[in-house]
């Protein structure tokens, strides 16, 4: 298990476009891939993207089904089940001109939360941690959760869909409380 340290708004990093992963992966992607799962349960968080621990690179993990028993009960799945999913080189073939709105929190900013408006639907290709390429359909918390992951895959955090004093004042707010640290 090893849990690396999670980038924290406004770090350079997070505002970089990331490169494609080739493949056969190489063993140092299996164990970033490895290590972003074991960051995203420790955090806890629902997803995490590379950049968020500093690696360039178009991956992403999700677990939109496991909650932390403490944290998250609301929907009485049981404590510690897991689905993880490893999103690579993830593409969006469509997304819906309907837009839903959803609260939405990062990692990378902490205790922070904001309304954002996304297309409800995306359709996406992707490929999986074996090199298997996926084409699927996902809307709900899945599209919300997949949309803001991949954002970070172009530099983009969900606070820039926030106004720009909200913006600033969150920015703000992150450079007083990790100040030394970012
Ligand atoms: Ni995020």
């Not at 708004?9 to 891939?33: N, Y």
């Not at 968020?52 to 089904?65: F, K, N």
């Not at 297309?119 to 996926?134: I, T, Y």
Request: a negative charge; proline letters at 5%; hydrophobic letters at 40%.
């Amino acid at each position: 298990m090893a849990v690396r340290e999670i980038l924290i708004h406004p770090d350079e990093r997070l505002m970089q476009v990331s490169r494609p992963v080739t493949f056969p992966l190489d063993a140092e992607v299996k164990q970033l891939i490895r290590d972003m799962a074991d960051t995203m349960y420790d955090a806890p968080g629902v997803g995490l993207a590379a950049p968020q621990i500093g690696v360039l690179l178009r991956v992403a993990v999700t677990d939109t089904v496991w909650r932390d028993k403490e944290v998250r009960h609301d929907d009485g799945l049981p404590g510690g089940q897991r689905e993880l999913k490893v999103w690579i080189n993830p593409e969006f073939l469509w997304k819906s001109d309907v837009l839903a709105t959803w609260e939405e929190g990062c990692l990378s900013v902490p205790e922070t939360y904001g309304d954002v408006s996304r297309p409800e639907a995306v359709r996406l290709r992707w490929f999986d941690e074996h090199g298997v390429q996926h084409e699927q359909e996902f809307d709900g918390f899945q599209a919300v959760a997949l949309q803001h992951e991949f954002d970070h895959l172009d530099g983009k955090l969900f606070i820039s869909y926030l106004s720009p004093l909200k913006r600033k004042m969150i920015t703000n707010r992150m450079k007083k409380l990790y100040k030394g640290q970012i």
